[in-house]
């Protein structure tokens, strides 16, 4: 089992599957025409994201790692229509991109990015007393995922749904001596969740066109 067979699966599960979606189309031309690095959620982890959004019945949503909006679109377009989503982004030009595509989309009335750090922007938003998520998507900077993970549960209520991107790392995940600060960082967010009594979660490898890679699934007691 190789790369090339985990793509080829992947884009027949797409062609299969995910319905063209101009929005989105559009959306992953203007991150690649702005030079935005290609690592947002492919095709098919969109769709992931946009029926667990839908399963949840998510109003509310919380994002940190927003890029070029993709997976923020993907879970917009799941969302009743009073739906809200806060989504931080510490690159003014990746935040500005993003943007222009919810704008195109015609979801930018629903849609909060926020600039800066999110570890600053969190405690921002707890003090504004934002009402609790329904979901929340955690995708930026990964040495801090587990601060970020204890900002979600901080901000979210019984039911809310986690979900956390990047977790594997090639199956550095298992690796205790790893050198990568990404996979320490994610190996000290797992210990985090097994140590917070409030959640209940599971851990899913993933494969095709982004890699070996696997997502965290954690729903607040
Ligand atoms: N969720 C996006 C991909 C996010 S990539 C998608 O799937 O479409 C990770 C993003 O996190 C990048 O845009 C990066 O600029 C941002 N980021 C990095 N460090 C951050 C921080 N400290 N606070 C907020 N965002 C950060
Ligand atoms: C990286 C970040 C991501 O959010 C992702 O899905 C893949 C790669 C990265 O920083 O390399
Ligand atoms: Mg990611």
């Known amino acids: 089992m190789n790369a090339e067979t985990w793509e080829k699966v992947d884009e027949y599960f797409a062609n299969a599957l995910v319905p063209t979606d101009r929005d989105l189309e559009a959306a992953r031309a203007a991150n690649a025409a702005a030079g935005l690095p290609a690592i947002d959620v492919s095709p098919l982890q969109g769709r992931l994201l946009y029926l667990l959004a839908k399963l949840q019945g998510a109003r509310r949503i919380l994002e940190m790692g927003t890029l070029g909006g993709y997976s923020t679109l993907c879970l917009a377009q799941a969302q009743p229509a009073d739906g809200r989503i806060v989504t931080l982004e510490a690159e003014p030009r990746h935040a500005a991109v993003a ?51 204890t900002w979600a549960v901080k901000l979210g209520r019984p039911g809310t749904l986690i979900i956390v991107d990047n977790v594997v790392r090639r199956g550095g995940l298992a690796d205790a001596r790893s050198e990568d600060e990404s996979v320490q960082g994610m190996r000290r967010f797992i210990d985090r969740l097994a140590h917070e009594p409030a959640v209940e979660a599971t851990g899913v490898q993933t494969v095709g066109r982004k890699g070996y890679d696997g997502f965290v699934l954690a729903r607040v007691r």
Request: proline share 8%; glycine share 4%.
């Open 99 to 149: 943007r222009a595509n919810f704008e195109r989309a015609g979801v930018a009335d629903r849609i909060e990015v926020i600039i800066g750090p999110a570890l600053e922007s969190l405690p921002r938003l707890h003090a504004a007393h934002a009402a609790p998520f329904d979901l929340v998507f955690i995708d930026a900077d990964k040495p801090n995922t587990a601060d970020y993970f």
